[in-house]
């Protein structure tokens, strides 16, 4: 079956490296995302990964996949109290409905 | 302005009501969908639909009634709402069923069920 997990909350410190990971169960999935939850607000797209790729970066952001072991991972350099989010991973079946399969969200909690 | 707007942005009502949530977007997308937050499950899905004539039934959808009135607009309705359907709702948008910009969101309805 389908089914995504995470970690409900990791706290760290201004300035530290963040890293919040990710367990899914759908190997043949296309693409994955990191989804960022601000208080109040929807979800915001952070960053994506095709399945064919290992790491991917953009500025502060990197995301490294493990295909053999379905995990995911989300790297947060130079941590900033504005990163204070709930960041979602989700994961698209090929069945290609557009439809995805969302984990439960980590808290990510910086510290000043 | 946004391109996904959801109304009303919070909901209180009592058990039995019935309730609409409405959802609009300017994004042009044939996908829309509609999800409930619940704290500790991540998004469940409730209902999406691929263009005006065609809706699909997510995971959750019992209690759950949508209509789908234009390519820009997607309403779902709780016709008798009850306290286990206090929730964050969200709608979604996306272009299609592949590629890397996944779904817009909008900024989520709060629905709370006395």
């Known amino acids: 079956g389908e089914d995504v997990e995470q970690s409900l909350f990791l706290s760290v410190r201004e300035g530290d490296s963040s890293v919040i990971n990710c367990t899914y169960t759908?190997?043949?999935?296309?693409?994955l995302y990191w989804y960022k939850q601000e208080p109040g607000a929807g979800l915001q797209l952070l960053t994506y990964i095709f399945s064919n790729m290992d790491m991917k970066q953009d500025q502060r952001l990197t995301v490294l996949l493990n295909k053999k072991d379905k995990h995911l991972s989300l790297r947060i350099a130079d941590t900033q109290t504005g990163d204070s989010a709930i960041y979602f991973c989700a994961e698209a079946p090929p069945s290609n409905t557009g439809k995805l399969i969302f984990g439960q969200g980590t808290t990510l909690q910086v510290k000043p | 302005d946004a391109d996904v707007t959801q109304t009303p942005r919070n909901r209180i009502t009592k058990t039995g009501k019935r309730i609409m949530l409405e959802c609009s977007q300017t994004?042009?997308?044939?996908?829309m969908y509609w999800y409930r937050q619940d704290p500790g499950l991540g998004l469940r899905l409730i209902y999406y639909?691929?263009?005006?004539?065609?809706?699909n039934k997510g995971e959750i959808s019992d209690g759950y009634s949508v209509s789908r009135q234009a390519q820009a607009k997607f309403s779902l309705s709780l016709e008798s709402a009850i306290p286990n359907q206090t929730a964050l709702y969200f709608c979604?948008?996306?272009?299609?069923?592949?590629?890397?910009?996944?779904?817009?969101f909008g900024p989520g309805t709060r629905l709370t069920v006395t």
């Open positions: 979604a948008t996306s272009e299609d069923g592949t590629g890397g910009e996944g779904q817009y």
């Open positions: 759908d190997s043949s999935s296309t693409y």
């Open positions: 994004k042009g997308h044939d996908r």
């Open positions: 639909s691929f263009d005006v004539k065609d809706i």
